[in-house]
């Protein structure tokens, strides 16, 4: 079997096994698991915090307004659809009344998260918001002070911006700096690959130009 249709399959296996996770108290709460959704190929990665409402509904990541406003940023400013990247959070379960996830829940979680991450193998990483960045960076500092910077992460790259709830909240400031941070994305995207694992030319994204390359 070739390699990526094995991840594929693992990746598939894996979500089966999360959907039944009562590793952690979000378990007792939730609707749904969000095990994440996209091309399990992709080379571009969205990683968010925790489902929320309508994520739990239904099984799916970013399908209310924060979900409308990313899907255009990643359309306007990266040339892509989500089916043409992937996208799940730090906790596949939600987090009652939409609190925060608490750091144990997000330990908790993270196993499956590092397993998607090796299976998928992103070049590139965007993480949104304040946990999902510190998490993946391993830093204690806000996300204002993370982002506008691209970090080595894997073999790849990261870049980490705003929760798109956030820009919803904050207005035509942090949704600016927000579609910066998709055009950072997009050019390491194009840029040469760091390492051989998985080469900037094998998993093309369908509709990016190399206007920013
Ligand atoms: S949040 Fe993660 S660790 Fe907790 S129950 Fe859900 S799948 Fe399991």
Do not use: W
Not at 12 to 22: D, I, K, M, N, P
Not at 50 to 55: A, D, K, L, Y
Not at 103 to 109: F, H, T, V
Not at 162 to 171: E, K, N, Q, V
């Amino acid at each position: 079997m070739d390699p990526d249709d094995t991840a594929v399959a693992l990746l598939h296996q894996l979500a089966g096994q999360v959907a039944g996770c009562t590793r952690c108290r979000l378990a007792a709460g939730r609707t749904n698991v969000v095990f994440g959704t996209g091309d399990p190929k992709a080379n571009l990665m969205f990683i968010g915090e925790g489902p929320g409402e309508q994520e739990d509904l239904q099984g799916l990541p970013f399908v209310g307004r924060s979900g409308q406003l990313l899907d255009r940023l990643m359309l306007e400013e990266i040339g892509i659809t989500r089916s043409h990247c992937y996208i799940a959070n730090m906790t596949k379960c939600r987090p009652p009344g939409n609190r925060d996830p608490m750091p144990d829940e997000i330990s908790a979680c993270r196993p499956y998260l590092e397993s998607q991450l090796d299976l998928i193998a992103p070049k590139v990483v965007v993480t949104l918001g304040r946990f999902a960045s510190q998490a993946l960076l391993d830093s204690t500092e806000g996300i204002t002070r993370l982002r506008g910077r691209v970090y080595p992460y894997r073999s790849g790259y990261l870049v980490p911006t705003f929760h798109p709830s956030a820009a919803l909240r904050g207005g035509g400031t942090v949704v600016a700096q927000m579609r910066s941070d998709f055009v950072r994305a997009k050019e390491v995207l194009l840029s040469p690959a760091r390492t051989t694992a998985k080469g900037a030319g094998q998993h093309r994204v369908s509709g990016a130009d190399s206007s920013h390359a």
